[in-house]
Every structure is written in structure tokens, then in C-alpha cells.
């Protein structure tokens, strides 16, 4: 049922750098996915979707890699307050994995 | 701005014990789900439902119930708590399963002694 897999990290990274996580699915029917945001005792929330053109938001680029099946999150000029955990998921589907922790560390 | 409401945030039962998770939206979404998150490990789906009279269930269902009697109510019934039932519940809901953004409660934390 879980149709991705990501690296669980943790990523721990300077406040300032930039950091980029990878999603790689199974599915190569799945066309868009998204990206959730998870702090530490809270529910997560979305963050950003993905769709073949790609996304972006600020700090944050999500890009879909079609050919390689993979979707990747990148965060520019990291923050303290990006630590979380990000999870990716396929728009069709409620089955989350353990996501990718990722500290900033001052 | 109410979306999905948990109730209890807190709960502390005895083993053996029986309870019930509240979970209503306002948001008129078709879909609602369960999710237990145990700590330092994801989300594991519980139960879900497409609609008001139909439940499946998800990854991880014994020990757990639910019922769909209206659009807006998914409660979780936890019958004789055990420890590894010690966790914290999250309920959520999104209007349809395809494309469809999930929006979480705030969570239920539960422990079992």
C-alpha cells in the first residue's frame, strides 16, 4: 500500500543551508504527490503540492522526476524553525511512511 | 475555522479499560481516517471511511472499532486498552481520495498503565 520510500534521516543542517530530500515511488501511474509538514507532536500539514511542472513557494521547490521516479523537496536558506518532518505522499493515497526528519541547527 | 476536532487531547486509561475517541469535521468531507502514531514512527491507518455507513479497514485495525453514522462523526472505540495501545491518535478527513488534501486533528494522546 505504500507506494514511496525516503530516507529517514535525520539531515541535521546549518541554519542558512540548503537541503534537498528525495521521495522515490512505485507507481508509475501516480501523477501528482504531496508534500506534509510534520512538527514534533503536532499533526502534519500540508506543505506544498507537486505536479509534473513542478512547485514552488518561497524557500521551498518541490520538482517530479517522471523518467527516475522520484519527487524531491529542496530548502533553500534553511531556518530553525524548518525542523520537522516531511513527509511525501502520492495525492491518492492515505498511507504515510516515516518521512524525512530534518534538524537546523544554529 | 474549527476543521477536525479531537476529543480527549489527554486520556490516561487502565488495561482492560474501554473508551472512545471523538473525531467531528465541519468541513463536509466525504472521507475520514484514523491514524495512530507510535513515538519516533509514522502515521499507521487504523480505519477509514468513504462515507457516512461505510468503514474499512486500514494497516492496523485490532483492537480498534469505528462507526460512520453521519458525515461529521468518525469516533474510534478502543475496546479493552492494552499497553501497546499507548499511543497518540490522530483523526483527519479530506473531501474526496483522490488528489484530495487530508487535514488532521490535533491529535489524541493516549497512554495505557
Known amino acids: 500500500r505504500k507506494e514511496v520510500e525516503q530516507d529517514p534521516g535525520p539531515f541535521n543542517v546549518p541554519e542558512g543551508a540548503t537541503v534537498a530530500f528525495n521521495c522515490t515511488y512505485s507507481?508509475?501511474?501516480?501523477?501528482?504527490f504531496f508534500w506534509y509538514r510534520q512538527d514534533c507532536r503536532k499533526e502534519p500539514k500540508l506543505l506544498m503540492s507537486?505536479?509534473?511542472s513542478g512547485n514552488e513557494d518561497g524557500r521551498f521547490t518541490a520538482q517530479l522526476n517522471r523518467a527516475s521516479q522520484y519527487i524531491s523537496l529542496l530548502i533553500r536558506d534553511s531556518k530553525l524553525s524548518d525542523s520537522a518532518t516531511y513527509l511525501c505522499?502520492?495525492?491518492?493515497?492515505?498511507?504515510f511512511g516515516t518521512g524525512t526528519s530534518l534538524t537546523v541547527i544554529p | 475555522n474549527a476543521g477536525v476536532t479531537q476529543t480527549p487531547k489527554f486520556r490516561i486509561l487502565k488495561i482492560g479499560q474501554s473508551m472512545t475517541l471523538q473525531c467531528t469535521q465541519d468541513m463536509n468531507h466525504n472521507y475520514m481516517y484514523w491514524y495512530r502514531q507510535d513515538p519516533g514512527m509514522g502515521l499507521k491507518l487504523i480505519y477509514y471511511?468513504?462515507?457516512?455507513?461505510?468503514?474499512d479497514k486500514g494497516e492496523v485495525p485490532n483492537g480498534y472499532n469505528v462507526s460512520r453514522s453521519t458525515t461529521e462523526d468518525f469516533p474510534l472505540r478502543l475496546e479493552l486498552a492494552a499497553p501497546s495501545q499507548t499511543s497518540v491518535y490522530f483523526c483527519a478527513s479530506s473531501p474526496g481520495g483522490g488528489g484530495n488534501t487530508i487535514y488532521f486533528g490535533e491529535g489524541s494522546w493516549l497512554t495505557v498503565v
Open positions: 471511511s468513504v462515507g457516512a455507513g461505510i468503514t
Open positions: 507537486v505536479y509534473s
Open positions: 505522499v502520492p495525492s491518492n493515497q492515505f498511507y
Open positions: 507507481n508509475s501511474a501516480s501523477q501528482s
